[in-house]
């Protein structure tokens, strides 16, 4: 965030040109729906979601399969990528834009193979149905 600071600073400094209207419009709705999306998979899947993977499967976790999950399996980290990467556009960091993208990407695909894994053990051919059935969303997560 101090990069994405900083760049749009030294822009607004030597080259103002840069900073579209526009594109901040189409950021400030992107941050605006990526938070609305988070927000619904957190209230959606009430006591299952943490930000700490679970390593065990509590009593009360339960595999969360309608509303946002299931137009993707993991709409809060899509959310996330959304606000994420619409902060930049907001800025009209054109540096920023791909790194913020790349930076999520990364880490929601080590994170989401990660938990993947336990929710296949925790919930075995559900989840193998669920996961057939609806996709990441996250472009190059299958």
Same mark, same amino acid.
């Given at each position: 965030?101090?990069?994405?600071?900083?760049?749009?600073?030294?822009?607004?400094?030597?080259?103002?040109?840069?900073?579209?209207?526009?594109?901040?419009?189409?950021?400030? $709705?992107?941050?605006?729906?990526?938070?609305?999306?988070?927000?619904?998979?957190?209230?959606?899947? =009430?006591?299952?979601?943490?930000?700490?993977? =679970?390593?065990?499967?509590?009593?009360?976790?339960?595999?969360?399969?309608?509303?946002?999950?299931?137009? $993707?399996?993991?709409?809060?980290? $899509?959310?996330?990528?959304?606000?994420? $990467?619409?902060?930049?556009?907001?800025?009209?960091?054109?540096?920023?834009?791909?790194?913020?993208?790349?930076?999520?990407?990364?880490?929601?695909?080590?994170?989401?193979?990660?938990?993947?894994?336990?929710?296949?053990?925790?919930?075995?051919?559900?989840?193998?149905?669920?996961?057939?059935?609806?996709?990441?969303?996250?472009?190059?997560?299958?």
């Amino acid at each position: 965030m101090l990069v994405a600071c900083i760049e749009h600073a030294a822009e607004l400094r030597w080259a103002p040109a840069i900073k579209l209207p526009a594109v901040s419009w189409a950021g400030l $709705v992107a941050v605006v729906v990526g938070e609305l999306l988070r927000k619904a998979a957190m209230i959606q899947a =009430q006591h299952n979601f943490t930000h700490m993977i =679970q390593l065990r499967k509590r009593p009360e976790h339960t595999l969360v399969t309608s509303g946002v999950y299931a137009w $993707v399996r993991h709409p809060g980290y $899509v959310g996330w990528t959304i606000w994420a $990467v619409g902060t930049q556009l907001l800025l009209c960091n054109p540096l920023c834009i791909p790194a913020f993208a790349a930076a999520a990407w990364r880490f929601f695909d080590r994170r989401i193979r990660a938990e993947e894994r336990l929710l296949a053990s925790f919930f075995g051919e559900a989840w193998q149905q669920y996961r057939a059935r609806v996709r990441s969303g996250i472009p190059g997560i299958p």
